[in-house]
């Protein structure tokens, strides 16, 4: 299942995004992504239309960001990300 809230923190700020409005969004891009590696492949065997293949694969990596926490402390500078 995907997550449905991105919790990003910058420093003290707080800022939640609707990662499942987003995710639904870019699923179509994502479908298109792999359908245009397919047809390109079958013309041309370029680097970039052979990485057009893995999108579903992006795809299920993306929904099973659920659960997922991310804390990044550089010089005094705190940024996390948590998928809820």
Same mark, same amino acid.
Request: charged fraction near 10%.
């Given at each position: 299942?995907? #997550? ?12 939640? &995004? ?19 590696g397919?047809?390109? @492949?079958?013309?041309?065997?370029r680097?970039?239309?052979? +990485?057009? &293949?893995? #999108?579903?694969? #992006? ?15 550089? @010089?005094?500078?705190?940024? +996390? +990300?948590?998928?809820?």
């Amino acid at each position: 299942m995907p #997550a449905f809230v991105l919790v990003l923190r910058f420093g003290g700020w707080i800022v939640p &995004l609707p990662w499942f409005l987003l995710w639904l969004v870019l699923l179509p891009f994502g479908i298109l992504a792999w359908l245009t590696g397919v047809v390109a @492949s079958l013309f041309t065997d370029r680097w970039i239309f052979r +990485a057009l &293949l893995q #999108a579903p694969r #992006a795809l299920y990596v993306i929904t099973t960001l659920s659960g997922m926490r991310c804390d990044i402390t550089s @010089s005094g500078r705190r940024f +996390a +990300a948590a998928w809820i």
